[in-house]
Structures are given as C-alpha cells and as structure tokens.
C-alpha cells in the first residue's frame, strides 16, 4: 500500500512539474514573438517630399499703423475775429482755397495812418528834392559854402529813407490785410474746423485741420530672412480683415462706395532701411497704399495680411510638417526612422513654407500630428500627393 501511494505521488508531481515547465516554456516563446512583432512593427504616417514649390508668400501683422504724410493744421497769421467760413466738413480743397475770412477792425485804421504818413513823407521829398537842386546851383556858383550843400544831401536822403519806411510799413499791413483770408497750404479734405463764426484767434492759432488720404503709408522690421525677398517698387495686396468697421475718425469723405470688410488694397514698397546693398539682420520696409477710394484714415489697424502677388518658386515643405510656431524644427524619415531636424524657414503662404536651410530636395518630412513622436521609432512612409 505504501509503495503504490508513493509511487502515485511521485507520478502526481512530476505531472506537475512537467505542466510548470510547459507553462514556462509557453510564457517565454510568447513573450519572444510578441518581442520579435514588436521589432518587426512599423507607425504608417502621412509624409510629404521636399522639393521646389511656387508659393504666394504671405505676411500676417497683428497690428499696423497708417499715417499720412499730408496732414495739417491750417493757422491764422493773423488775430482777428471769425466773420465768414467758406468751406465745410468734407470738403475738397487746394493751396490758396479760402477757408475763413478773419476781421481786424486795427489794420483799416493802420493802412489810413499809413497813407497820411506816406503823404506828409512825400510832401517832405518834395521839398527836400527842391532844396538840394537850388543849393546844387548855388554851390556851382560859389554862392554859398559846401557845409550848406552837404547838408541839403543829408536831408534829401533821409527825406528819401522816411519815405521809404513808411512804403514799407503799408506793405507790411496790407499783407496783414490779405492774411485775413486764411487758405489752405495743400490739397486735402477740410476734417475739422475749428473756430466757428464769431470766434477770436491770435496768430498762430489752429482754424481748420487738412488731410489729403489718397496715399497712407506704413513701416514695418523684417528679419533678413524674409526682406531679402522684398524689392523696391514691389506691389503686394494688403488686406483688412472681416469685422474692420473703417470707422471715420477725421471724417473723411469716402470717394467711391464703401464696401465694407475683407476691402484689398494695392501698397507699394517705397523704402527699404537699410538698402538690400548692406549686411543687416533687421530691415525696415516703408509701405505706401492706394486710398483713393477714401476707405482708410489714419489709425491702428488689427490682424493685416499683406500677399506677395507674384509666386515664388522655392524649396519648400507643407507647415504641417513644422513641430513649432515659429518653423524651427521637423521629423524626417531617413532609411524607414524617424530623424528630428532643425531648420530656418523663410516666408510661407499658409500651406507651403520656404527651406533656406537643413533640408535638400527629395528628403521625406512628416506632416501626421506628431504628438508622441519620438526619434528611433520605426515607420511606414505614405507619401502624399500635392
């Protein structure tokens, strides 16, 4: 009984140990394959070729600021009370356009004193002239002594001097006179007037503001790595976004109908700071826009895009190929692995952005999100299609 219970469990225990072995066995292989799938798995991502592109290069500013280089406050000359106006708000004007009248009752009164000095001066001239003539003749005779005569030029002279001061005091008031018509010294509109009728102004004192806004301007810096594209006398498209109000400040007249948001404008590249011809690492570009339409005023404008209008052929990559805003960084895909570089990029068009640097035409960038993504990693490459 013993033996065949000992033999029993023997038996029990080998069939135990046996099924622990096999169960090992199992786990291992398991744990091999799933090693050697693991190896042999690769990421499928969404990837791009580098290659040369015609992009439409495209620079997005939050803010810009446009200023006119035609605007003006129109002062007196003169002091004087306001009596006529003979503009209003909105109206066009030129150099020398009459825009108020100014009375100064002392200036008729100062022009009548000048007459009567000028008068009693001449009177004087006259008698001064005669005097010097007799004495001209008498001292040709010896009939009186040269002290005489010399003193005949003197008077004649300063006759001739006083005449001529008081000449110029009346040119001076009637040029005060003509200052009474105040005129505008350039062409523009008529944004403001203001003194109204009856209003007393000292010399140089504001009576109405000027502004010709058929040309505005703007500046903005550009790294070197986009002004190198710019030229002089480039024309781009700039565009204001949907929402822009083009609310009236100045309250200028528009000139054709108002269309109202998403307005594209023509600006002109018309100074380049410093000039293309010198190393620098900022330049800055002076913009000159097309306002005949009456559209824009002076002011900060948000969120202006300004659109090269001719393409430009360039390597270049999609952005979603970029790991950070500002395309520095990108994954590569080199001999079926994942590879980080970095990059500089130049201008984009929202799409496409340009390579100056860090990558060569036919390298596979990856445009898949790239969340997670890490170097040394496996992939498959599904290339797409422009």
């Known amino acids: 009984m013993k033996k065949t219970f000992y033999f029993g469990m023997a038996i029990i225990v080998i069939l135990i140990l046996c099924l622990l072995?096999?169960?090992?066995?199992?786990?291992?292989?398991?744990?091999?394959?799933?090693?050697?799938?693991?190896?042999?798995?690769?990421?499928?991502?969404?990837c791009s070729e580098v290659k040369v592109r015609n992009i439409q290069p495209v620079v997005n500013m939050s803010l810009i600021n446009l200023y006119s280089n035609e605007l003006t406050d129109i002062v007196s000359?003169?002091?004087?009370?306001?009596?006529?106006?003979?503009?209003?708000?909105?109206?066009?004007?030129?150099?020398g356009t009459p825009i108020v009248e100014l009375v100064n009752e002392t200036i008729p009164l100062k022009i009548k004193q000048a007459d009567s000095d000028i008068a009693e001066a001449e009177a004087m001239l006259t008698r001064a002239k005669n005097t010097y003539a007799r004495y001209e003749q008498l001292v040709a005779e010896s009939a009186i002594s040269l002290e005489k005569f010399d003193e005949a030029t003197a008077q004649l002279k300063a006759a001739e001097a006083r005449l001529e001061n008081f000449r110029s005091q009346k040119e001076q008031l009637l040029i005060q006179q003509s200052r009474q018509i105040v005129t505008s010294s350039i062409s523009g509109q008529i944004l403001k007037i203001y003194k109204p009728i009856g209003s007393y102004v000292t010399m140089g004192m504001p009576v109405a503001l000027v502004g010709n806004f058929d040309k505005l301007y703007f500046k903005i810096a550009l790294s070197d790595s986009i002004s190198y594209n710019v030229i002089l006398n480039q024309v781009l498209e700039i565009k204001f976004p949907s929402g822009e109000n083009f609310s009236k400040t100045y309250g200028a007249k528009y000139e054709s109908s108002n269309h109202g948001d998403n307005e594209i404008f023509n600006a002109r590249i018309i100074e380049i700071s410093p000039p293309m011809t010198e190393s620098a690492s900022i330049r800055q570009i002076i913009f000159e826009i097309d306002n005949r339409s009456g559209l824009l005023e002076p002011g900060f404008y948000n969120d202006v895009t300004i659109t090269n209008k001719m393409p430009k052929k360039c390597l270049s990559v999609p952005t979603d190929a970029m790991l950070d805003d500002k395309f520095h960084s990108l994954f590569v895909v080199e001999n079926g692995v994942l590879k980080k570089k970095y990059v500089t990029a130049g201008l984009d068009d929202g799409k496409y952005v340009e390579i100056l640097s860090g990558l060569s035409a036919g390298e596979i960038v990856v445009t898949?999100?790239?969340?997670?993504?890490?170097?040394?990693?496996?992939?498959?490459?599904?290339?797409?299609?422009?």
């Open 21 to 46: 072995s096999y169960a090992i066995y199992l786990n291992r292989h398991s744990e091999d394959i799933i090693a050697e799938r693991m190896d042999n798995m690769k990421l499928s991502l969404q």
């Open 77 to 95: 000359l003169i002091e004087g009370r306001v009596e006529n106006e003979f503009v209003g708000i909105s109206d066009r004007v030129e150099p």
């Open 368 to 386: 898949s999100e790239t969340g997670g993504l890490q170097e040394g990693i496996a992939v498959e490459v599904n290339l797409e299609e422009d």
